[in-house]
C-alpha cells in the first residue's frame, strides 16, 4: 500500500528549565494512506507529540517526518503552515472552536486558507448541523462542537485528518457518532484520506485498520487489525 | 468581511471594558494635544495674518518729538519702507459714571482711553468693525471696538474727553481693532485686560484739542515772563496816561525784544483776559504762531523692508537720528510679547498632559494585551493549526490596538479641536483683540497623532510577539504557572504563614506579575502627579496674577 507517512529516527526532546525531556526517542513509523490508525498510549506517552509531528505543528530535535514523499522536517515556519492548510485537518479534545465566530463562520475560517475547500454547507451538512448555522458555540452541545470542529476539519478536505482524544470530552453515544463521522471521512474519496486518532481509550483501537501502541517515547508495537469493529458494536 | 475581521470586532465588543480604557487614554493624549495645539496654534496663526494684513509695525521709536525733518529722514534710511509719528495721550471720559461696568455692574467712575492722534494710517492699520474708514480729513474718533461692545457705546455717540482739564467732544465715526493693541493693558500692575475702564482711541492729529496746546504754552515760563512783563508795561503806559496802545510812542516800543513778531496793541488789550481769549493772545504775542508747529510728536513707527536687517535699522535710526530715546521691536512690545507667551503657553500643557495620556495609554495596551493574548492562546494556536499564517495572525492581533489607535486618533483629532480648540480660543479672545480667528491644526498634530498610533500599534505587537512566535503545538499545551520557590522567598518565612490567605495570595501575586505591579504603582504615580502639576500651576498663577490665595 502507498506510505503516506513516514518516520525515520524521529526524537523531540523538551526542554523545562533546565531539565531535558525525551518525548520521542528515535522512533521509525510507517503509515499508509486510507486507514483509519488509532495511536495507543498513557498519559505522556508521546501521541500527541508524534501526532504534531506528523501534523507540522512542531518539528522533530532529530530525524525526518516525510508526508507524501516530502520531508517537512526540513521546511520553515511559513511551508509549514501552507502544509497544514493544504494538508491537514485537526480535531482537537476540546473542540478549540472560535467562541467569538458562529458555526458558519468557523467552518468558513478554512475558505481563507484552502485553495479548493468543501462548501461550508455540505461540510456542516455532512455532521448534521446545518439547522445551526447561525449558532454561537456556547449554544451548542458538546458533541455539537465537536461536529462542528469536524466539518472544520473537513473543510479543507485534507489528505491527513488528524484527531487528538476526540471523544474524550463526550458521553459514549455522542462519541460513537463522532467516530462515525471519523470513519465516513476516512471512506470516503476513494481511499484517498488517512485519518489518525490518539487516544488513550482502548475500545476505540477495535475500529482502526491499525494500531499503534505507544509507551515512553518508544513505538512498543504496530498492529494491523484484519476486521476492524463496527462503531455501533462499541461503547465506554 | 472576512471572517477574522469579524472576529476582532466581537472580540473588541466582548472585552469593552479594557478597550474602551486603551482607547480613552489614546483618545486623550491625541485630544489634550490637538486641542491645545489647536487653539495655540490658532492664536499664533491668527495673528500672524492679522499683523501681516494690517502692517503691523516692526519697531517702535520713542523720542523728544519726533520733527517734520526727522520724519523723512527715519523714512530715508536704508531698508525703511515707511515711518509714520503720532502723539498718544491719555484723556478721562466725562461723564463716565453714566457707564455700567459688566465685570461689576457698578458705575465707572473713572473711564481713561489712550488718545492716539495720527496723520496717516498706512503702518499698525485700523480694522474697521464698524463706521467709517480713518482718513486725516474726517472729524471724529475711531474707538476701541471691545471697551465700545462692553460699554454699549455706538457709532454716531458722543464722547467728552479730557487731557489734563483742556476737554473736547468727538463723534464716534469708527469701531475699530488694531494690531499693537491686541494686548492692552492700563499698566504694568494689571494682567488681564478689563476692557471696560481702559479702552484706546484713534483721531486725526487735527483733532488735537488746541486747548491743550495753549494751555502748555502759557503754563510755559517764557510766557509767563512775557505776561509779567507786559503786565508791567500795560500799568507804566497807565501811568503815562496812555490808554490807546495804537499810539504808544516808538521810543518804548522799540526797547522790546522781538518787537516786530508781537501784535503788541492786541496783546495789551488782552493781556488781563487771556484765559478766555487764549488763542487770540497767543496769536498776537506770536504773530508767525501755528499750533501745528507746537505740536510734539514723541512715538514712532516703523515698516521696515527686510526684517533679517532689523538691528541695522534700529542702530541706523539710534546714531543717525538726533532726540531718539528709545528703538525696539516686536519682541520688546507688550502688546505683541504678551500675545506670543500666551500663544506659546499651551505648549507646557499639551506636553503633560498628551505625555500623561500616552503613557497610561502603552500601559493599558501592554496589560491588556498581555492578558488577552494570555486568554487566547488556545485560539491562537488553534488558527495556526489551521494553517493561518504567521503574519495574518498577527496582524489581527496587531489590529486590535491599531484599529482602537486609529479611531481614537481621528475623534481626538477633530473633538480635541471642537471641545478644546474654540473653547479655549474663545476665552482667550475675549481678552485679546483680534478680530478674525479660528483654530488651526498644524502638520505637527497630524505626526504625533500618527506617532502615537505608532505606539500604540508597536507596544501591541510587543505584547503579543512573545506567543505568536511559539511553535502551534506549544501554544496549544497549557500553560505552566510561573512558580519559583526560592529558599529565602517570602512565601517560605515564618511570619507570611501566619497571615491571611487573600494577603499570601496577593503577596505572591505580585512577586509573579512584577512588571504588572511596577506598571500599576507607576500608572498611579503618574496620576497624583498630573493632579499635583495642576494644583500647582492653579496655584501658581493666582499667587503671581493676584487673584486670591
Redesign the interface.
Known amino acids: 500500500m502507498e506510505k503516506i507517512v513516514e518516520l525515520k529516527n524521529v526524537s523531540k526532546v523538551y526542554k523545562i528549565g533546565e531539565n531535558e525531556f525525551k518525548a520521542l526517542d528515535n522512533i521509525d513509523l510507517s503509515l499508509n494512506k486510507g486507514e483509519m490508525i488509532v495511536i495507543l498510549g498513557p498519559s505522556g506517552a508521546g501521541k500527541s507529540?508524534l501526532l504534531?509531528l506528523i501534523?507540522g505543528?512542531?518539528?522533530p530535535t532529530s530525524g525526518n517526518v516525510i508526508i507524501d514523499g516530502e520531508n517537512i522536517s526540513l521546511y520553515n515556519?511559513?511551508k509549514l503552515?501552507?502544509?497544514?492548510?493544504?494538508n491537514?485537518g485537526?480535531i482537537?479534545q476540546?473542540y478549540?472552536?472560535?467562541?467569538?465566530?458562529t458555526v458558519k463562520?468557523n467552518v468558513?475560517?478554512?475558505?481563507?486558507?484552502?485553495k479548493n475547500p468543501i462548501s461550508t454547507e455540505e461540510a456542516l451538512k455532512g455532521v448534521g448541523l446545518e439547522k445551526h448555522i447561525r449558532k454561537f458555540p456556547n449554544q451548542l452541545s458538546g458533541g455539537e462542537q465537536q461536529r462542528v470542529s469536524i466539518a472544520?476539519a473537513i473543510a479543507?478536505n485534507p489528505k491527513l485528518l488528524l484527531c487528538d482524544e476526540p471523544t474524550g470530552a463526550l458521553d459514549s453515544k455522542t462519541g460513537v457518532e463522532v467516530l462515525k463521522l471519523l470513519r465516513k471521512q476516512c471512506d470516503g474519496n476513494n481511499g484517498a484520506n488517512t485519518v489518525i486518532i490518539v487516544t488513550h481509550n482502548v475500545l476505540i483501537a477495535d475500529i482502526a485498520d491499525t494500531v499503534i501502541n505507544v509507551k515512553n517515547g518508544k513505538i512498543e508495537s504496530v498492529v494491523k487489525n484484519e476486521n476492524p469493529k463496527n462503531i455501533d458494536d462499541i461503547k465506554w | 468581511m472576512?471572517?477574522?475581521n469579524?472576529?476582532i470586532l466581537?472580540?473588541i465588543w466582548?472585552n469593552k471594558a479594557q478597550f474602551i480604557t486603551i482607547f480613552l487614554m489614546t483618545f486623550l493624549a491625541i485630544f489634550a494635544f490637538a486641542g491645545i495645539h489647536g487653539y495655540m496654534d490658532g492664536m499664533t496663526y491668527s495673528s500672524r495674518v492679522y499683523y501681516e494684513n494690517q502692517n503691523l509695525q516692526d519697531l517702535w521709536i520713542t523720542s523728544k518729538n519726533i520733527t517734520d525733518e526727522k520724519l523723512e529722514e527715519i523714512k530715508k534710511l536704508d531698508n525703511v519702507k515707511n515711518a509714520e509719528r503720532m502723539i498718544t495721550i491719555n484723556a478721562n471720559v466725562i461723564d463716565s459714571e453714566r457707564f455700567i461696568n459688566p465685570l461689576n455692574n457698578e458705575k465707572i467712575s473713572d473711564l481713561v482711553l489712550e488718545c492716539n492722534f495720527i496723520e496717516t494710517n498706512e503702518i499698525n492699520k485700523m480694522y474697521l468693525i464698524e463706521g467709517e474708514e480713518f482718513s486725516k480729513d474726517k472729524k471724529g474718533l475711531w474707538l476701541d471696538y471691545y471697551i465700545a461692545k462692553n460699554l454699549g457705546i455706538k457709532v454716531g455717540d458722543d464722547l467728552e474727553l479730557s487731557i489734563e482739564g483742556s476737554s473736547f467732544k468727538e463723534k464716534v465715526v469708527g469701531l475699530i481693532e488694531v494690531p499693537d493693541h491686541v494686548y492692552f493693558i492700563k499698566d504694568d500692575t494689571a494682567i488681564f485686560p478689563t476692557h471696560s475702564d481702559y479702552g484706546f482711541v484713534y483721531l486725526s492729529i487735527d483733532e488735537f484739542p488746541s486747548n491743550y496746546i495753549y494751555d502748555k504754552i502759557l503754563k510755559s515760563d517764557e510766557m509767563k515772563d512775557a505776561i509779567d512783563n507786559l503786565k508791567e508795561l500795560k500799568n507804566k503806559l497807565k501811568d503815562y496816561g496812555i490808554t490807546d496802545y495804537n499810539s504808544i510812542p516808538s521810543m518804548i516800543t522799540n526797547s522790546i525784544d522781538g518787537i516786530d513778531k508781537i501784535d503788541l496793541t492786541k496783546a495789551l488789550e488782552l493781556v488781563d483776559d487771556y484765559d478766555n481769549n487764549k488763542q487770540e493772545f497767543i496769536e498776537a504775542m506770536d504773530k508767525d504762531f501755528n499750533i501745528k508747529d507746537s505740536y510734539i510728536y514723541p512715538y514712532g513707527i516703523v515698516d521696515v523692508e527686510n526684517v533679517n536687517k532689523i538691528d541695522d535699522v534700529k542702530k541706523d535710526i539710534k546714531d543717525k537720528i538726533e532726540d531718539i530715546v528709545t528703538v525696539t521691536a516686536r519682541e520688546d512690545n507688550i502688546s505683541y510679547s504678551g500675545y506670543q507667551r500666551e500663544a506659546e503657553e499651551g505648549e507646557t500643557y499639551s506636553g503633560v498632559f498628551s505625555g500623561l495620556f500616552v503613557f497610561i495609554a502603552i500601559l493599558s495596551v501592554v496589560t491588556t494585551m498581555n492578558r488577552f493574548v494570555k486568554k487566547e492562546r488556545?485560539?491562537i494556536?488553534?488558527?495556526?493549526?489551521?494553517?493561518?499564517?504567521?503574519y495574518k495572525i498577527t496582524w489581527m492581533y496587531v489590529s486590535y490596538g491599531l484599529f482602537i489607535a486609529i479611531i481614537a486618533g481621528i475623534l481626538g483629532i477633530i473633538l480635541g479641536n471642537i471641545a478644546i480648540g474654540n473653547t479655549f480660543l474663545e476665552m482667550e479672545m475675549e481678552y485679546y483683540e483680534i478680530p478674525y480667528y479660528h483654530i488651526t491644526t498644524i502638520p505637527l498634530v497630524y505626526y504625533v497623532t500618527i506617532s502615537i498610533i505608532g505606539v500604540i500599534t508597536f507596544v501591541t505587537y510587543l505584547s503579543c510577539r512573545k506567543v505568536l512566535k511559539e511553535?502551534?503545538?506549544?501554544v496549544?499545551r497549557i500553560e505552566r504557572p510561573k512558580v519559583k520557590v526560592r529558599k529565602n522567598g517570602i512565601t517560605t518565612k515564618k511570619f507570611f504563614n501566619n497571615l491571611s490567605l487573600s494577603t499570601k495570595w496577593n503577596l505572591r501575586d505580585i512577586g509573579r506579575s512584577k512588571a504588572r505591579t511596577l506598571m500599576a504603582i507607576v500608572r498611579n504615580c503618574r496620576l497624583y502627579n498630573a493632579c499635583s502639576y495642576c494644583i500647582w500651576n492653579v496655584r501658581f498663577n493666582k499667587r503671581i496674577y493676584g487673584l486670591g490665595i
Open positions: 507529540t504534531n501534523g505543528m512542531d518539528t515556519e511559513n503552515s501552507d502544509y497544514r492548510a493544504e491537514v485537526f482537537f476540546f478549540n472552536i472560535l467562541p467569538s465566530l463562520e468558513d475560517l478554512v475558505k481563507d486558507i484552502v472544520r479543507k | 472576512g471572517t477574522l469579524k472576529k466581537r472580540d466582548k488556545t485560539q494556536g488553534t488558527l495556526k493549526a489551521l494553517g493561518i499564517k504567521k511553535p502551534a503545538a506549544e496549544l
